[in-house]
């Protein structure tokens, strides 16, 4: 039984022989009490941030992060949280031949399909371990599946100068008259 791939995947095949892992830094932890807690049960919600990602020389970095606020499952998480967990980890891929053009435009696909895969186990872990630390029950994120992080955006340097020189994404492609 054949499965479909979705365009993203398709996309990031691209680069299956053109990119190795080499490396999965610790880039930001933050673990804090927003308000009194109150007795178990406790909920999670995770935001995913978009991928922020740069080339350097012979190397991708990206950068992957997470948000969990937890609360209890009768509040609405958003509004009434009383606790927040960030982590981030940098994934760093070489890149083993020349990129052509074709290549390079798929990097943001790449990311957003096997970046977040490769990111995610320690995300996962950093959660539950600092879930621990601030005497919570330790929360475990669920497994990662297939298409789950795919329309996270995925943003390049010159993707973030731009937003931070005109401020709404949105106008980015906007038409111009």
């Not at 960030?86 to 052509?100: F, G, H, P, S, W």
């Not at 010159?158 to 949105?170: F, I, K, R, V, Y």
Request: net charge negative; charged share 15%; with cysteine.
């Amino acid at each position: 039984m054949a499965s479909e791939l979705s365009p993203l995947v398709d996309a990031a095949k691209v680069l299956n022989d053109a990119l190795q892992l080499v490396n999965v830094l610790l880039g930001q932890v933050n673990a804090r009490y927003l308000a009194q807690g109150g007795p178990p049960p406790f909920a999670i919600n995770v935001d995913l941030a978009p991928v922020q990602w740069t080339r350097r020389e012979d190397q991708i970095h990206g950068v992957f992060q997470i948000r969990a606020l937890v609360g209890h499952p009768t509040s609405e998480l958003a509004a009434e949280p009383f606790a927040e967990i960030t982590v981030a980890y940098q994934c760093v891929y070489r890149i083993m031949r020349d990129l052509t053009n074709a290549d390079s435009a798929a990097v943001p696909a790449f990311l957003a399909t096997v970046g977040w895969v490769h990111a995610w186990p320690y995300l996962r872990a950093s959660t539950q371990e600092l879930s621990t630390k601030m005497g919570l029950p330790p929360l475990v994120l669920p497994m990662l599946l297939p298409g789950q992080a795919e329309n996270i955006p995925v943003l390049s340097q010159e993707d973030l100068q731009w937003l931070s020189a005109n401020g709404d994404p949105t106008a980015k492609a906007a038409p111009t008259e």
